[in-house]
Nanobody, 124 residues
Framework: VQLVESGGDSVQAGGSLRLSCAAS????????MGWFRQAPGKERELVAG????????YYADSVKGRFTISRDNARNTVYLQMNSLKPEDTAVYYC??????????????????WGQGTQITVSS
């Protein structure tokens, strides 16, 4: 499975962005998907995740109420809508896929596939 992110940019605090991750080479609807981020000097963290059907979602406390993850299985694409961006959201954002359910990803199991990452920079 190949994952390609797009939508990274530089924005001012309070702004919005939408990331997209296009998947190819596998049966997209059988994978739970996640968005991770890694800021300089920090560990990579799971920001949001979504189950294969879209019915299950997970959000890190730091982004609840501001970020929304969604997926379109017909387009093999997962999205991350980010609103009310803060400088602390600055990071490289990675799309990831794990076979089966979302829960293992939330519990720390390493995803099977990763995108190359896209930079988000939020200025104050």
């Amino acid at each position: 499975v190949q994952l390609v992110e797009s939508g990274g940019d530089s924005v001012q605090a309070g702004g919005s962005l939408r990331l997209s991750c296009a998947a190819s080479g596998g049966t997209f609807s059988t994978y739970a998907m996640g968005w991770f981020r890694q800021a300089p000097g920090k560990e990579r963290e799971l920001v949001a995740g979504i189950g294969w059907s879209g019915g299950d979602t997970y959000y890190a406390d730091s982004v609840k109420g501001r970020f929304t993850i969604s997926r379109d299985n017909a387009r093999n694409t997962v999205y991350l809508q980010m609103n009310s961006l803060k400088p602390e959201d600055t990071a490289v954002y990675y799309c990831a896929a794990i076979r089966g359910k979302l829960l293992p990803m939330v519990e720390g199991v390493n995803p099977h596939y990763w995108g190359q990452g896209t930079q988000i920079t939020v200025s104050s």
